[in-house]
């Protein structure tokens, strides 16, 4: 037997597929015939809309895919403004609803980041405006969270910026990362029913030491911004600072960075490693640059100026060369690197760029959309065109890489 609740949820989604039956088919079927016909450039079809009238005035901070659902995804919600910080909301919505969210969670602070478990896909973590963390069952979906720190248990004392699950730990317990404005990098784990931290690094700017009273040594703090960890060296990840600089950081050594990178001069808003070019990192400001780098140079190999502050980065999860970019005047902006180094093929008004600034970007790991989330806390899903998504010729043994083309 299923709850009255089930029911309920199946009837909404049976009248929803009704009543959006022209976008589902152009979600399934559409493509673009003009893309024959175009010089190797292509278009970002909108599809849904999302958007909850409890998260109206909240902009969209965080956007992440269920890695076993793909058609499910987490928002969070907050404020990017910190004179109105107000309250928080992590909604998870699916393609086969688009009028409601399938869950609902309210916090009193602004959500900031969030991350989804790839092994536990229900356990969804987030990063608090006010420095909190806090873990999220799905599977127990009560309004508060299944973990969260406290002043007690060493939370952040500014906004956390990101957060990303990591593998278990040697006892097989669940742990993740935080990065935040107060120069932490801290490990989480969850034993039995709290969290337990350890400071991995603590951020300081290069070069900014002073000598304080009685011969004190004083550090200027840097502000962690965004972090990605290696996709194969387990201990090797980024950290991005409110100052420009990229730190390449390891678990092992918390006392001094592997390499430094003067890559901005603004803060650096995301750092993301390429899923198949495992020296390849991209990085954006909003400095109103896009930069991609190989990390055992210290000048970046492309450098893309699109004329506004750029919010979010995303890779591809079908090229190691297509990546898409959005900026505060209500843009998205698509590169294929094996077809023009110097140009997006796609360059597109998502949203109408005086009313909103899009905030963030993801695609999604197996249909060809992406999702954009903007200041005004809509979501829109995006469907990509046959030339924004073509899948890259073989060569295998090309600097190392047998699946994808890599950038020459």
């Known amino acids: 037997m299923i709850s009255p609740t089930q029911a309920a949820k199946i009837v909404e989604r049976m009248v929803n597929q009704n009543t959006y039956d022209d976008v589902a088919q152009d979600f399934k079927y559409y493509e673009d015939a003009a893309d024959e016909f175009r010089d190797q450039e292509g278009t970002l079809l909108p599809l849904w809309k999302f958007q909850n009238d409890k998260a109206k005035r909240l902009a969209v901070t965080a956007l992440c895919w269920n890695p076993k659902y793909n ?25 086969k609803n688009p009028s409601f969210p399938e869950y609902i969670f309210s916090s009193d602070s602004g959500i900031m980041c969030l991350d989804m478990h790839v092994d536990y896909p229900y356990l969804v973590v987030v990063g608090h405006y006010d420095g909190n963390v806090a873990v999220y069952n799905l599977k127990k979906p009560q309004a508060q969270p299944a973990f969260r720190s406290s002043a007690k248990s060493g939370k952040h004392t500014d906004p ?15 742990n993740f990362f935080s990065v935040s404005s107060d120069g932490r990098i801290v490990s989480w784990t969850l034993v039995k029913s709290e969290l337990v931290h350890t400071d991995v690094i603590k951020l300081k700017v290069e070069g900014s030491s002073s000598e304080g009273l009685e011969g004190l040594q004083l ?4 502000c962690g911004t965004a972090f990605d960890f290696h996709k194969e060296i387990d201990y090797m990840f980024l950290v991005g600072t409110e100052e420009g600089k990229i730190y390449k950081c390891s678990k092992v050594y918390s006392s001094q960075f592997l390499d430094t990178y003067d890559a901005h001069n603004m803060a650096v808003d995301a750092v993301i490693w390429n899923p198949y070019h ?38 591809a999860p079908y090229s190691s060369t297509v990546f898409a970019a959005v900026t505060t005047n209500g843009k998205a902006h698509v590169f294929d690197l094996s077809i023009n180094k110097y140009e997006p093929i796609c360059s597109q008004p998502v949203v ?6 899009i905030t963030h970007v993801k695609f999604n790991p197996i249909h060809p959309i992406m999702i954009v989330g903007d200041d005004r806390g809509h979501i829109t899903c995006l469907k990509l065109s046959p030339n924004l998504r073509k899948m890259p010729k073989v060569r295998p043994g090309k600097f190392g890489l047998s699946k994808r083309q890599s950038p020459e």
């Open 352 to 357: 109408a760029k005086k009313k909103n600034k």
């Open 219 to 222: 550090h200027t703090v840097g």
């Open 71 to 95: 058609d499910l995804f987490a928002v969070g919600h907050g404020s990017y403004d910190f004179m109105k910080q107000s309250r928080g909301m992590l909604l998870l919505y699916s393609m």
């Open 160 to 174: 956390v910026w990101q957060v990303k699950w990591q593998k278990d730990d040697m006892d097989h317990n669940l």
């Open 278 to 315: 495992t020296k390849v990192f991209m990085s954006c400001s909003s400095d109103w640059t896009v930069k991609i780098w190989d990390h055992t140079i210290k000048t970046p190999m492309f450098i893309y100026d699109l004329n506004s502050a750029v919010g979010d980065v995303a890779w």
